[in-house]
């Protein structure tokens, strides 16, 4: 079981809340403004240390309050052993992350808590900017192998170098050609890790999709961010004028992408607002059922709003594939009698009512 026990304080209007919740599924139901969606951030403060809904973390902790609290026991190895988890966040910007007893970092905490939110924000990895599928693609690379961040940050390091060099406008030669050198090596392996993550999951995802819209094909496909059949080392050549007069790194990594297409049109032109909403599903219970292929745990998925864009028959198949995913779910909800009858008998389902940012007995 991945979280057994969750305690918050002072998030948004959540003053102070415990609750022992479903390995399986979790309803958190309430009206409008009871805490739900505030509920689910806090989770997600827990094991990623920042908000879905904001940049600005100081909105999440409680008005007249000076910092907020997540803490957890929590079965991170899904061995049976339960440690203390615990994320503390002031209005001065200071994180405190504490794990069995000990102080730990961004990113171990995110390998422990491996986290999908599907909210309303969700629809940007079909709708919204290369950098969101980028997004979506790394948190897959960073959970399937252990070399990814250091080369992320080594990347993301050389990139910024290259692009200062760019701006400075006079670059000589030599010094062009180590950091080139440097760029290349850096683009082409973690080129290597996105293109071989995208090979398992396109399996994954075609048949999640498959099964959840009748038969419907969508082409998944991987963009590295260069002309491959040029290889990186002539593209850097011959945009090399382009990117002096710009500034910047015109191509390499930091501009792939993910490409979603429908009968050769893209999916975010094509598709329905609900159907919208089922390839994102698709894509993050994909994304879920690949993490257990590869680590043997499951990660925790955080719905807001379930039953918004999606009928009936959708919704009851999503759930389905939620109970196969063998994850931990915090699903939120208005009428937690839309979300009732899903549900096989062997699904432990747990209710939580909010009102007013605390919960209330059924
Ligand atoms: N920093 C804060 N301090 C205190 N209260 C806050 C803070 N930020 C937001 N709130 C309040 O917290 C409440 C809970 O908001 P939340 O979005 O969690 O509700 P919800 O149950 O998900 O609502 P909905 O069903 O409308 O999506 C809102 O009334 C909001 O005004």
Not at 248 to 275: C, F, M, N, V, W
Request: charged share 25%; glycine share 6%; with cysteine.
């Amino acid at each position: 079981m991945p979280i057994s026990q969750l305690s918050v304080k002072a998030i948004r209007n959540l003053t102070e809340l415990s609750l022992s919740p479903s390995p399986q599924i979790n309803i958190i139901h309430g009206i409008n403004g009871s805490g739900k969606s505030s509920l689910l951030e806090a989770i997600h403060m827990l094991g990623l240390c920042r908000s879905f809904r904001t940049n600005k973390l100081n909105h999440l902790i409680q008005s007249d309050q000076s910092l907020c609290t997540v803490f957890a026991q929590l079965d991170a190895m899904g061995s049976g052993v339960n440690q203390p988890v615990g994320v503390e966040r002031s209005l001065q910007g200071d994180n405190r992350i504490r794990y069995a007893g000990n102080n730990i970092d961004i990113t171990t905490l995110a390998e422990l808590l491996p986290i999908q939110v599907i909210n309303s924000e969700t629809f940007q990895i079909l709708d919204g900017s290369p950098a969101i599928r980028r997004q979506f693609i790394d948190w897959g690379v960073f959970h399937a192998d252990a070399s990814f961040i250091r080369l992320w940050r080594g990347f993301r390091r050389v990139l910024k170098q290259r692009n200062s060099l760019l701006k400075y406008g006079k670059i000589d030669h030599r010094i062009r050609a180590v950091w080139d050198k440097e760029f290349i090596g850096h683009a082409e392996q973690l080129n290597t890790l996105r293109e071989s993550y995208i090979d398992l999951l396109k399996p994954e995802f075609d048949k999640i999709l498959n099964d959840l819209l009748d038969g419907m094909k969508l082409d998944l496909s991987f963009s590295s961010g260069w002309d491959k059949k040029r290889g990186l080392d002539q593209v850097l050549n011959d945009n090399f004028e382009r990117d002096l007069k710009q500034g910047y790194t015109s191509a390499g990594p930091q501009r792939a992408d993910l490409r979603l297409k429908i009968d050769g049109h893209t999916a975010a032109e094509r598709l329905s607002r609900g159907q919208k909403k089922v390839v994102v599903s698709a894509l993050k219970l994909a994304q879920g059922f690949l993490f257990y292929k590869l680590n043997s745990r499951s990660c925790i998925y955080l719905i807001d709003d379930l039953p918004s864009e999606l009928d009936q028959q959708h919704s009851r198949l999503f759930c389905n594939y939620l109970e196969k995913a063998a994850s931990q779910c915090f699903i939120t909800c208005v009428d937690k009698t839309v979300l009732s009858e899903y549900w096989s008998s062997e699904t432990e389902v747990s209710f939580f009512n909010l009102h007013e940012g605390a919960l209330s007995t059924p």
